[in-house]
Structures are given as structure tokens and as C-alpha cells.
């Protein structure tokens, strides 16, 4: 007797949600002039993944597809790479760390990448990047601002 969804029904129901987003990112990238042969590829590895059984092999081919268009538009945007917004978001988050372990006030920056976080996650790279950023200057050594301990 089963009390609930088995997990590859749970499985397959993800996978088929990330693709149906998926396939709807790379329409919307053609339909923008981007080149979105890459992108079929993937959408077929997927699907053939999904039609095998494999739902998290779908899900992972989804989900590149998803970031693959997210990077498309950004740049096409005039925006930074979502792996670069990636990156200096970890750099402020550790900087941040560190600076409240020796015991500063870092609540400005934490509010900082509250907002970087949420524009990432709405697709505003460059607003992400600019908030990261200004969380970086917060930390910085010379910064008068965040210096006094707390």
C-alpha cells in the first residue's frame, strides 16, 4: 500500500516541468535571433533521456538548456555571464564571512546580497554583479563604512 507519489513519479514529473521550461527558454531564444543549435542538442538529449527512464539525466540536459538561454540573453543584454555574477557573488559572500568572524558589523553587506541574490535569480545579472560588487567595497580593507567592530 503506497502513502504518496513513488520518488520516480516525483522524478518524472521534475524533469518533464524543467523541460517544458526548457523548451520554452530555447523558443524564446530563437524567436530573439540567438543560435539555439547547441541548444536543440541538449533538448534532444533530454528527451531521449525522459523517453529512457533517466529523469535526472533529463533534468541535467534541462537544466543547461535553461542556463545555456539565461547566458544568451545576458549577453545579448550587454550583461555579464551568469558564471562570472556567479562568481563574484561567492567572492562577497566570503568576504562577508570573514569580516563578521573578526568581528565587524556586516549587516549592510548581507542586505547587499540579499539583493544580488534575488536580482540573480529574477535573470538581472548586471544588477546582481552591481550589488556583489558594492558588498566587495564594504569589505575592503580601506572601507570606513564597515571597519569599526562591532
Same mark, same amino acid.
Given at each position: ?15 518533464l ?17 540567438? +543560435? &539555439?543549435? *547547441? ?6 538529449? =533530454?528527451?531521449? !533521456? $525522459? /523517453?529512457? #527512464? @533517466? %529523469?535526472?539525466?533529463a533534468?541535467?540536459?534541462?537544466n ?8 544568451q ?31 565587524? +558589523? &556586516?549587516? *549592510? ?6 539583493? =544580488?541574490?534575488? !536580482? $540573480? /535569480?529574477? #535573470? @538581472? %545579472? ?12 564594504l ?12
Open positions: 500500500m503506497a502513502f504518496g507519489p513513488s520518488s520516480t513519479g516525483v522524478e518524472r514529473a521534475a524533469a516541468s524543467r523541460m517544458v521550461a526548457a523548451l520554452e527558454a530555447a523558443k524564446k531564444a530563437r524567436d530573439s535571433g540567438h +543560435n &539555439v543549435q *547547441q541548444v536543440r542538442g541538449m533538448l534532444k538529449a =533530454a528527451r531521449s !533521456a $525522459f /523517453e529512457a #527512464g @533517466d %529523469y535526472t539525466t533534468a541535467r540536459f534541462a543547461q538548456v535553461l542556463d545555456t538561454c539565461a547566458d540573453s545576458a549577453r545579448a543584454a550587454g550583461g555579464p555571464p551568469r558564471a562570472v555574477v556567479l562568481e563574484r557573488m561567492s567572492d562577497a559572500l566570503r568576504a562577508t564571512k570573514k569580516r563578521k568572524r573578526r568581528g565587524f +558589523n &556586516v549587516e *549592510q553587506s548581507q542586505e547587499l546580497l540579499r539583493q =544580488a541574490r534575488a !536580482a $540573480f /535569480e529574477s #535573470g @538581472d %545579472y548586471q544588477m546582481a554583479m552591481d550589488l556583489a560588487d558594492q558588498a566587495l567595497q569589505c575592503s580593507p580601506d572601507s570606513r563604512s564597515a571597519s569599526a567592530p562591532r
